[in-house]
């Protein structure tokens, strides 16, 4: 297994790249925000039904940028492990399950944690760093005993021309002009808190550490952008 070795400067250059996104996420969840839509409803009953019939019995998870739990509707497997940036709902979900484990970190900071299945949902293009999504993937292979499932972005949603759009006009009402020049150009930001990047060119940082990705599932008639990706730990 791969070693990931931080220096303090490289854990200074995380935690101020964290700030802005701690600050979002806490602002969100203190005004009484929930998780996104990927976490309830029909996308998140498609991912449950992908995930059991690919490791059968749900059992100990490390679930990395956990928000409110939405995605368990509330009903967490015998060992569980979450992990969130935002101390206020990290806060709540303690007081919930007592039971289980919490952490406030930023995903890209090692942690001494492990569980047979990692999680990683709906997190990855929330990540405007690139060196913070780096580390976010090879700490995910750090944490998995056997199965590591990644649901993000496959396409990028800012190529569709109302997206474009969208995008432009809300950052002129927030007095970027330069910004939304170039988002009605074309982009794979929203300059604010989504970026698309090709998962693909990623994934080798989590294959390089004993994993094959087996299969790669999405369901357009639900959700048009969206990929679970899904990595197992190679035989030893």
């Keep these: ?49 992908q995930i059991r019939s690919i490791v059968g019995e749900v059992d100990d998870f490390v679930d990395v940028g956990c928000g409110d739990l939405s995605f368990w509707d509330d009903r967490l497997p015998p060992v569980y492990t979450g992990i ?69 972005w496959h396409n990028n949603p800012f190529e569709d021309q109302h997206s474009r759009r969208y995008v432009a006009r809300k950052l002129i009402r927030k007095g970027r002009i330069f910004s939304s020049i170039k988002a009605r150009a074309g982009s794979a930001t929203d300059f604010d808190y989504q970026t698309y990047r090709r998962f693909e060119d990623y994934a080798p940082l989590i294959t390089d550490q004993g994993f094959s990705l087996v299969e790669t599932r999405s369901e357009p008639a639900i959700e048009r952008w969206g990929a679970l990706y899904v990595f197992r730990r190679e035989s030893r």
Excluded at 84 to 106: C, G, L, Q, Y
Aim: aromatic residues 10%; glycine residues 8%.
């Design 1 to 49: 297994m791969i070693s990931l070795i931080i220096s303090s400067s490289e854990v200074d250059r995380v935690k101020g790249t964290a700030s802005r996104e701690e600050n979002y996420w806490e602002g969100h969840y203190a005004a009484g925000g929930v998780s996104g839509e990927g976490s309830v409803g029909a996308i998140r009953q498609w991912k449950w039904d």
């Design 84 to 152: 969130d940036i935002s101390e206020t709902i990290v806060a709540k979900n303690r007081e919930r399950h007592p039971e289980a484990t919490f952490i406030v970190a930023n995903a890209a900071v090692p942690q001494t944690v492990s569980g047979r299945i990692v999680l990683c949902m709906d997190m990855l293009f929330h990540i405007m760093d690139d060196e913070t999504y780096r580390g976010i993937l090879t700490n995910l292979g750090q944490y998995s005993r056997e199965w590591v499932f990644v649901y993000t």
